[in-house]
């Protein structure tokens, strides 16, 4: 006789405790969106090549999410769980990679270490959703996600408030070239707080453990796996895919190509809008400085004017860190919020109001010449995120089968990096050939493909029935 599992309502503090280890993972996310590609720059690489050099995270995402997701829900130790093993995993690694990033002294070193950095938060990241999936009922989950859009908020707000902090606090500049040393103290917090935050959730939350029917099925299922069983368990998956998800994947497609963009292009439009700073004045500065590093006689008011370029520069990604920082604090402010908006208005009119006012936020940003007043599109920016990190993953949960929500919180996971796989391949030439190597150009682009990917939502039609 099969029995059906009974998910029990969880308190509001056993949501927190278990969301807690999103924090850790979300604070590296906030460093390699705000800090990864100025230390790119640090070490001399242009502006066209960011996409390419970012290449890690699609990649990552495309193989390690989907691929941890179809081996957790197939795993089960009754010491450790199912899932909490790999975000453990991840989160150990992640936690290294972060400690040795600024100590990179060449490009090639902080790509290398970027590879690793993503892989291990793929790893920890996707079976944290399905965690959250496996552990509350229907009618608690978007607010298990929308906690986890909170913790994503509190994360990435202290990444980016670190770097503005130490940049402006605790100094150490670049004029001699190199990465400064406030970076080092950003990245020496995220390694504590990612290991810290995740060990904190796998010590106050026991997973579900599985019914005797579910243990034979696991039992039988490792009798007849082979090394590609992971593998046809995805594109199982894929095939089967319901509707709901395939109209997710056209959302995502602009969404995460327009953040891509955004994170990417959002120091070189500071320097340009705010600082008056463009990237050959930037690559002249530093061969300025090279040379008299190098003994090379040049003239005094030139090295100065170099160290003046590259202060600003420095200036640039500390207000990248605010700007970043202060969208999260709304993120970790709304998240929340947007709880009882999803439940009167619906999810996805939620979702679409919230994708239509970032992309117009969005946009204002290259006309805004005040490093104060720019912060107010920032305010849309968060609402934007929050609902971007919560509500989907509640719109199309209902539609997931049970059993395979591990793999398919990574096939959600594949629209993510898809996009963004596109971008990394695709944008170089698009912003040398189309947008006149104009950063400010990229961000207004980038406010229009958020309401391009709203409209997308409409097409959306959420089911109710849920599978057990």
Same mark, same amino acid.
């Given at each position: 006789?099969?029995?059906?599992?009974?998910?029990?309502?969880?308190?509001?503090?056993?949501?927190?405790?278990?969301?807690?280890?999103?924090?850790?993972?979300?604070?590296?996310?906030?460093?390699?969106?705000?800090?990864?590609?100025?230390?790119?720059?640090?070490?001399?690489?242009?502006?066209?090549?960011?996409?390419?050099?970012?290449?890690?995270? @699609?990649?990552?995402?495309?193989?390690?999410?989907?691929?941890?997701?179809?081996?957790?829900? *197939?795993? %089960?130790?009754?010491?450790?769980?199912?899932?909490?093993?790999?975000?453990?995993? $991840?989160?150990?690694?992640?936690?290294?990679?972060?400690?040795?990033? @600024?100590?990179?002294?060449?490009?090639?070193?902080?790509?290398?270490?970027?590879?690793?950095?993503?892989?291990?938060?793929?790893?920890?990241?996707?079976?944290?959703?399905?965690?959250?999936?496996?552990?509350?009922?229907?009618?608690?989950?978007?607010?298990? #996600?929308?906690?986890?859009?909170?913790?994503? /908020?509190?994360?990435?707000?202290?990444?980016?408030?670190?770097?503005?902090?130490?940049?402006?606090?605790?100094? /150490?500049?670049?004029? /001699?070239?190199?990465?400064?040393?406030?970076?080092?103290?950003? &990245?020496?917090?995220?390694?504590?707080?990612?290991?810290?935050?995740?060990?904190?959730?796998?010590?106050?939350?026991?997973?579900? @453990?599985?019914?005797?029917? +579910?243990?034979?099925?696991?039992?039988?299922?490792?009798?007849?796996? !082979?090394?590609?069983?992971?593998?046809?368990?995805? &594109?199982?998956?894929?095939?089967?895919?319901?509707?709901?998800?395939?109209?997710?994947?056209?959302?995502?497609?602009?969404?995460?190509?327009?953040?891509?963009?955004? %994170?990417?292009?959002?120091?070189?439009?500071?320097?340009?809008?705010?600082?008056?700073?463009?990237?050959?004045? +930037?690559?002249?500065? $530093?061969?300025?400085?090279?040379?008299?590093?190098?003994?090379?006689?040049?003239?005094? *008011?030139?090295?100065?004017?170099?160290?003046?370029?590259?202060?600003?520069? +420095?200036?640039?990604?500390?207000?990248?860190?605010?700007?970043?920082?202060?969208?999260?604090?709304?993120?970790?402010?709304?998240?929340?919020?947007?709880?009882? &908006?999803? *439940?009167?208005?619906?999810?996805?009119?939620?979702?679409?109001?919230?994708?239509?006012?970032?992309? #117009? $936020?969005?946009?204002?940003?290259?006309?805004?010449?005040?490093?104060?007043?720019?912060?107010?599109?920032?305010?849309?920016? $968060?609402?934007? %995120?929050?609902?971007?990190?919560?509500?989907?993953?509640?719109?199309?949960?209902?539609?997931? =089968?049970?059993?395979?929500?591990?793999?398919?919180?990574?096939?959600?996971?594949?629209?993510?990096?898809? @996009?963004?796989?596109?971008?990394?391949?695709?944008?170089?030439?698009?912003?040398?050939?189309?947008?006149?190597?104009? =950063?400010?150009?990229?961000?207004?682009? !980038?406010?229009?493909?958020?309401?391009?990917? /709203?409209?997308?939502?409409?097409?959306?039609?959420?089911?109710?029935? *849920?599978?057990?």
């Amino acid at each position: 006789m099969t029995t059906k599992k009974i998910i029990p309502h969880l308190s509001f503090w056993q949501i927190w405790n278990m969301n807690v280890g999103f924090f850790g993972i979300q604070y590296s996310f906030g460093l390699q969106q705000t800090a990864v590609n100025p230390i790119y720059t640090f070490l001399g690489a242009h502006a066209e090549q960011l996409p390419i050099l970012n290449l890690a995270g @699609p990649i990552t995402g495309l193989l390690i999410q989907p691929l941890i997701g179809a081996i957790s829900d *197939k795993t %089960w130790s009754p010491k450790w769980g199912r899932r909490k093993p790999f975000f453990l995993l $991840g989160a150990i690694f992640c936690s290294i990679s972060l400690f040795l990033f @600024p100590f990179s002294s060449a490009i090639w070193m902080a790509v290398g270490l970027l590879w690793i950095l993503d892989a291990a938060n793929n790893t920890a990241m996707e079976p944290y959703r399905a965690f959250i999936a496996d552990k509350l009922p229907h009618e608690q989950q978007t607010f298990g #996600f929308q906690m986890q859009s909170l913790f994503v /908020g509190a994360g990435i707000t202290l990444a980016n408030l670190s770097l503005f902090i130490f940049q402006k606090y605790l100094g /150490g500049n670049a004029s /001699g070239g190199g990465i400064p040393v406030w970076v080092y103290y950003s &990245f020496f917090l995220g390694s504590f707080c990612s290991i810290a935050s995740v060990v904190w959730s796998v010590y106050r939350t026991p997973e579900i @453990p599985p019914s005797d029917e +579910e243990l034979e099925e696991l039992r039988k299922f490792k009798e007849g796996s !082979t090394f590609f069983t992971p593998f046809i368990e995805i &594109f199982s998956a894929i095939r089967d895919m319901p509707k709901l998800l395939w109209q997710l994947a056209l959302v995502y497609l602009f969404q995460w190509y327009a953040l891509f963009c955004y %994170w990417q292009f959002i120091t070189p439009m500071l320097k340009l809008s705010l600082y008056g700073i463009s990237e050959s004045d +930037e690559q002249k500065a $530093g061969k300025i400085i090279a040379l008299a590093k190098s003994g090379v006689s040049v003239a005094e *008011k030139d090295v100065s004017w170099a160290k003046n370029v590259l202060h600003i520069v +420095e200036v640039a990604v500390g207000q990248t860190g605010l700007m970043n920082g202060s969208y999260n604090i709304v993120t970790m402010i709304s998240a929340l919020l947007l709880v009882p &908006f999803a *439940k009167k208005f619906t999810s996805k009119n939620t979702y679409i109001f919230c994708l239509c006012i970032t992309g #117009f $936020g969005i946009m204002t940003l290259p006309f805004i010449k005040n490093e104060y007043l720019i912060l107010l599109p920032m305010v849309a920016l $968060g609402i934007g %995120w929050a609902s971007i990190m919560g509500l989907p993953y509640s719109m199309v949960s209902p539609s997931i =089968p049970s059993k395979k929500r591990g793999v398919y919180m990574g096939v959600i996971n594949m629209m993510i990096v898809i @996009p963004m796989l596109l971008q990394t391949v695709s944008f170089g030439f698009i912003y040398k050939t189309f947008l006149n190597d104009n =950063p400010s150009l990229v961000i207004v682009l !980038t406010g229009f493909l958020f309401l391009i990917a /709203g409209a997308c939502v409409m097409l959306m039609k959420p089911e109710e029935k *849920k599978y057990e």
